[in-house]
């Protein structure tokens, strides 16, 4: 008898709600296995690839590619006895969560009781999700098919809607594999449609009337006659959500203050070409980008206030003994802050290799959610745009940030004589509530005078 399961939206990192299907790795009829990756979506953090929970096969995607789905909310329908082996059950709803062996603390790769390998850290619904957002009409998420069809009983007679009645968002129309590729055809959204079939499920019938009637025009929807095609929208969602937010809160609760210092990096460029015919470096890409995080970790320990945190639940300041060093990124889905865990522990040669690993993955597109999350200091790179300096917005949960600009030839005076040097200009911003003046304007130098004579560092 065919056991039917529904894998829900998984919270994949710590206080997210909702996440978007970027593409389905399967297909209604496919046999599927556990830990077989089935869909990858993009949280507000990053693109995550899903693993499948069971050994079975695939009856219905209950979210298309580009829907954004609430966590908690069934994404697909899988069928664990196709081959009707399993005792008959009575039908009852049970809590949807991944196979875990009774642990979900594994880390990705390793061997988890039972012999399982955990692919993803923090993967499945989380105890007391449910409780954290209220839905109309919770779905069971894993129904056993009854022993015989059962008649629906006869719909109440009600009075037919003047015109389809809009879903909530996180509302999952129930429809057909046929009827929702009818539907994206013909551009219907299915969440605006009441279905007509039994228990409301959506038919043919509903979306080609969606079709034929005519449509109203909503009194928000924004004219194009004056610019036709020359604008387009794009929905704000994923990372760019996220991101601005986050801007938002910090811009608007931690009082900002930005510095500015320009210094000569001739001898940091120098140093950087020898290291270049080092045996230890030769392998190793090495950026200004390297010495400027490596001057960060240096200065922050005669500055620890740079690496401290603002706690305002607490009442308190939290200082750091490490530094979790986040790298400001651009990548085709928007800006992200991976960190470098433990930054302070590394060597130049292993910070290199770290930032140029760091930036591959983000290039690409997978960093995982959990690398960007609880860093203490960020540095944000405007040079490699040819800009020379900015005024950066501190990272959420952090108490400054470097932007560090161009390197450029310009007239620098050395010993009474304007000669050719290598310069570069460095912003600071920092939160006034915990770093003063004084200590912001103490590390901003120090970070300069290491980039202006790499040799400092023996002093430190």
Request: glycine letters at 8%; proline letters at 10%; one cysteine or more.
């Amino acid at each position: 008898m065919p056991q039917f399961q529904q894998f829900p939206m998984p919270d994949t990192a710590e206080g997210l709600t909702e996440a978007e299907i970027l593409t389905w790795h399967v297909k209604p009829g496919d046999a599927v296995k556990v830990n077989q990756i089935i869909v990858e979506i993009e949280t507000a953090k990053a693109a995550v690839e899903l693993p499948c929970p069971w050994d079975g096969v695939v009856t219905e995607l209950l979210a298309e590619i580009g829907q954004t789905v609430e966590v908690g909310v069934p994404i697909i329908t899988i069928d664990t006895d196709p081959s009707g082996a399993a005792a008959p059950a009575a039908p009852a709803p049970v809590a949807a969560e991944p196979a875990t062996n009774g642990t979900s603390s594994g880390k990705i790769g390793e061997e988890m009781p039972g012999g399982r390998i955990a692919t993803l850290v923090g993967y499945g619904p989380r105890a007391g999700a449910a409780k954290r957002r209220a839905r109309k009409d919770p779905a069971p998420v894993a129904v056993a098919a009854p022993a015989a069809p059962v008649a629906p009983p006869p719909p109440a007679p009600v009075a037919a809607p003047a015109a389809p009645v809009a879903q909530p968002g996180g509302y999952v129309p129930q429809a057909k594999p046929p009827v929702r590729k009818l539907a994206k055809d013909l551009g219907v959204d299915l969440r605006a449609l009441a279905g007509s079939g039994a228990n409301g499920v959506i038919t043919r019938e509903d979306v080609e009337q969606a079709v034929a009637a005519p449509a109203s025009t909503p009194a928000s929807t924004v004219s194009t006659a004056d610019n036709g095609s020359r604008e387009r929208r794009v929905v704000i969602k994923g990372v760019r959500k996220a991101t601005a937010q986050a801007m938002v809160d910090s811009a608007f609760t931690a009082p900002h203050v930005t510095e500015f210092l320009t210094i000569d990096v001739t001898p940091m460029m120098e140093l950087r070409a020898r290291l270049k015919t080092s045996p230890a470096f030769r392998d190793v890409k090495v950026t200004p980008l390297v010495f400027a995080a490596k001057a960060v970790i240096l200065a922050a320990r005669r500055t620890p206030d740079v690496n401290a945190t603002w706690d305002a639940a607490a009442g308190e300041i939290v200082y750091k003994d490490y530094v979790h060093l986040g790298i400001a990124a651009a990548t085709p889905r928007g800006l992200v802050v991976p960190k470098v865990r433990d930054a302070d522990r590394m060597s130049l040669r292993d910070l290199a290799m770290a930032l140029d690993r760091l930036a591959t993955t983000a290039r690409d597109g997978k960093t995982s959610p959990a690398e960007m999350m609880g860093g203490t200091f960020t540095i944000t790179n405007v040079g490699v745009f040819g800009v020379d300096t900015g005024t950066p917005i501190i990272n959420p949960g952090e108490s400054a940030i470097l932007a560090l600009g161009a390197i450029r030839d310009m007239p620098w005076v050395v010993d009474g004589q304007v000669v050719p040097r290598k310069v570069c200009q460095l912003a600071l911003s920092f939160d006034h509530r915990v770093v003063d003046g004084q200590q912001g304007s103490q590390f901003l130098a120090d970070v300069g005078a290491l980039l202006a004579d790499p040799g400092l560092a023996m002093t430190y």
